[in-house]
């Protein structure tokens, strides 16, 4: 499978908010990507792209020295394959590319798939965001990596 990962763009967010809607219960919206690929100067967005389909995406900040992941997402069809893994591990090399030396990323207690994979990159869990999603009030765990792949 020849896989390529690149820089998100505009033509690609037809797809990207497919993917959007069906991995949230609150999918971000159209302009919401199109300010954070083309206006914020903090924001790095990737897409995985396989024969012209978008299969999954990950969002990032860089600020100072800390990343911040915005958002993951692999197409339902395509779970399962390592894609969630490969779009962490790049955009995290990215991060570090771009002078964090932490990364951080909130995440639902619900998603045990998500909280398995971060915990596999080096995430440890070190707060809690009380009724942080506003669907269903759920907390969110604080996760953070302090030794991002150089």
């Not at 800390?66 to 997402?73: F, Q």
């Not at 590319?97 to 909280?115: C, F, M, W, Y």
Request: aromatic share 10%; glycine share 6%.
């Amino acid at each position: 499978m020849q896989l390529n990962i690149g820089e998100m763009l505009p033509e690609h967010l037809d797809q990207v908010l497919e993917i959007e809607k069906m991995s949230f219960p609150v999918p971000w919206s159209r302009q919401s990507f199109e300010f954070e690929i083309m206006q914020n100067e903090f924001a790095h967005y990737i897409v995985a792209v396989y024969n012209q389909k978008v299969l999954g995406y990950a969002g990032l900040w860089v600020v100072l020295d800390e990343g911040h992941i915005t958002n993951v997402a692999v197409h339902p069809d395509f779970r399962g394959n390592r894609l969630g893994f490969l779009l962490m591990t790049e955009i995290m090399r990215r991060a570090s590319i771009k002078g964090a030396d932490k990364i951080t990323l909130e995440v639902r207690p619900s998603n045990e798939i998500a909280l398995k994979l971060y915990r596999s990159l080096g995430f440890k869990e070190l707060g809690l965001r009380k009724k942080y999603y506003s669907d269903n009030n759920e907390d969110a765990i604080i996760m953070w990596n302090e030794n991002p792949i150089r």
